[in-house]
């Protein structure tokens, strides 16, 4: 990710003191950075996804304009906030056509590099979710962790960046959280390597 824009802090803090057109400064200011991040989500999605990498950023901005008492200490915080508001919004699409249809003959895609066993259908997203928001009761940050490096598609170093935290510790982290998701979600199966 490129580096922090000067005033981003600043215009958090201003946005924190209830300027909500300082939202509008800070998405703008960002509007790039959360496009890729969001493209890079997109790429891992079925390619019938009726969602698209605009559609996720547009969510997110409609999301964050209904937090009005939300305090943003800096960039890194803003997208990690950001990183969970669209992991939600995925989510809710999925339950959405979850509801609109069941099943099918559709090809099924491992979700992620890091989750081979995994694929992306709404029943294996809901389940990541679910296991997901169990990893954040026992450890928020290695849920944030995965959150960045499977649904926001952050590199290693950039998700240390963002939770200020070294390499070697989110490689440690990641490592950690992969095999507690894995037993999570298949506890019949055992661990594949």
């Not at 249809?101 to 992306?120: C, H, I, M, V």
């Not at 440690?172 to 998701?181: G, I, V």
């Amino acid at each position: 990710m490129p580096d922090e824009a000067p005033d981003i802090t600043e215009m958090l803090g201003q946005w924190n003191a209830g300027n909500p057109a300082a939202l509008g400064d800070v998405i703008s200011s960002l509007y790039s950075q959360l496009r890729a991040l969001a493209e890079r989500q997109m790429r891992r999605e079925r390619a019938e996804h009726t969602l698209q990498a605009t559609a996720l950023v547009n969510e997110l901005y409609l999301q964050l304009s209904r937090q009005p008492g939300a305090r943003w200490k800096d960039r890194q915080h803003f997208f990690a906030c950001a990183a969970m508001m669209m992991r939600r919004i995925l989510i809710d699409h999925a339950k959405s056509s979850m509801s609109a249809k069941r099943g099918g003959s559709l090809e099924r895609l491992p979700l992620s590099d890091a989750f081979p066993w995994l694929t992306n259908s709404n029943e294996e997203i809901l389940s990541l979710a679910e296991a997901l928001d169990a990893l954040e009761r026992f450890d928020a940050r290695k849920a944030r962790l995965v959150e960045l490096r499977v649904l926001l598609g952050c590199t290693a170093a950039e998700a240390a960046g963002i939770l200020g935290i070294s390499k070697a510790t989110a490689d440690r982290e990641w490592t950690l959280a992969k095999a507690w998701l894995f037993r999570r979600i298949r506890p019949e199966r055992p661990a594949e390597t």
